[in-house]
T-cell receptor, first 112, second 111 residues
Framework: EAQVTQNPRYLITVTGKKLTVTCSQN?????MSWYRQDPGLGLRQIYY???????DKGDVPEGYKVSRKEKRNFPLILESPSPNQTSLYFC???????????FGPGTRLTVT | GEDVEQSLFLSVREGDSSVINCTYT??????LYWYKQEPGAGLQLLTY?????DMKQDQRLTVLLNKKDKHLSLRIADTQTGDSAIYFC???????????FGSGTRLQVQP
């Protein structure tokens, strides 16, 4: 089954404690992306990747890092989480940036 | 830059038609999408339309595109309680780094 998986689905952590949210796709897509969803703000892109070892900033990259060492995986790293990073995070993949995006189920992060 | 706007909330009665509207600013938009997000889930593609089309119908869904006014609408016929969700409009074009999403319209279906 074609899918994007994310882990964990729910995470509560404290300020400053490094965390990683994993994302994996099984569709051989070149393009992958991370979004955060906040009430009234819709989806905002954090980082994206056009291919292995090619990543770039989206609209709201501050406080986040990503890596793309393999085509299927695109982890999101928060080196020092802060409460304003409390949000719902989605990973997505597609053949190209403007083509249909396939979304993961989301990770709800709470930073206290 | 690109911008996509949607109204935040729509309430309809079961069995009625729902119309969700979206406006966008970029006249070069080639791909226009409607996504559905159910509670606790990710976004799923509902339907799409290319800029060279005016209308697309898929069972209970009808998408209308007015390129002159940069207006996109999604009509759901015979709306059911299972259609209650947030609906996102998104647009994109070749060469862009990402789709641009609207802020989503929450559809509430009253039994």
């Amino acid at each position: 089954e074609a899918q994007v998986t994310q882990n964990p689905r729910y995470l509560i952590t404290v300020t400053g404690k490094k965390l990683t949210v994993t994302c994996s796709q099984n569709m051989n897509h070149e393009y992958m992306s991370w979004y955060r969803q906040d009430p009234g703000l819709g989806l905002r892109q954090i980082y994206y990747s056009m291919n292995v070892e090619v990543t770039d900033k989206g609209d709201v990259p501050e406080g986040y890092k990503v890596s793309r060492k393999e085509k299927r995986n695109f982890p999101l790293i928060l080196e020092s989480p802060s409460p304003n990073q409390t949000s719902l995070y989605f990973c997505a993949s597609s053949l190209a940036p403007s083509y249909e995006q396939y979304f993961g189920p989301g990770t709800r992060l709470t930073v206290t | 830059g690109e911008d996509v706007e949607q109204s935040l909330f729509l309430s309809v009665r079961e069995g009625d038609s729902s119309v969700i509207n979206c406006t966008y600013t970029d006249s070069s938009s080639t791909y226009l999408y409607w996504y559905k997000q159910e509670p606790g889930a990710g976004l799923q593609l509902l339907t799409y339309i290319f800029s060279n089309m005016d209308m697309k119908q898929d069972q209970r869904l009808t998408v209308l595109l007015n390129k002159k006014d940069k207006h996109l609408s999604l009509r759901i016929a015979d709306t059911q309680t299972g259609d209650s969700a947030i609906y996102f409009c998104a647009e994109g074009d070749t060469g862009r780094r990402a789709l641009t999403f609207g802020s989503g319209t929450r559809l509430q279906v009253q039994p």
